[in-house]
Nanobody, 120 residues
Framework: QVQLVESGGGLVQAGGSLRLSCAASGRTFSTYLMGWFRQPPGKGREFVARISRSGGTTYYTDSVKGRFTISRDNAKNTVYLQMNSLKPEDTAVYYC?????????????WGQGTQVTVSS
């Protein structure tokens, strides 16, 4: 069982930056692929980024490429999402997720989410 707790959300002006953190419980954090998702107001949840177990491989949805960076610190059981050049359309609840076999089973664990609001 893994518990995920996101933090770092808030209100920021367009063009600003925020850094989200997701702290995981347990001693097996390094065995999980980690991802960030978001759910804009009135819309469904969408993929943002994911990172491999070692942190050596990352993948982003096109709309955030060049602006967002996902990283992880396995010693701290934490995954991060650095968000730069924020736009109003980035406004959403952001969730982190963990999974061991995401292609077959999807993500196994989800956090409660943190709100990010970008004002124009």
């Amino acid at each position: 069982q893994v518990q995920l707790v996101e933090s770092g959300g808030g209100l920021v002006q367009a063009g600003g930056s925020l850094r989200l953190s997701c702290a995981a419980s347990g001693r097996t954090f390094s065995t999980y692929l980690m991802g960030w998702f978001r759910q804009p107001p009135g819309k469904g949840r969408e993929f943002v980024a994911r990172i491999s177990r070692s942190g050596g491989t990352t993948y982003y949805t096109d709309s955030v490429k060049g602006r967002f960076t996902i990283s992880r610190d396995n010693a701290k059981n934490t995954v991060y999402l650095q968000m730069n050049s924020l736009k109003p359309e980035d406004t959403a609840v952001y969730y982190c997720a963990a999974g061991t076999d995401i292609l077959t089973r999807g993500y196994d664990y989800w956090g409660q989410g943190t709100q990010v609001t970008v004002s124009s």
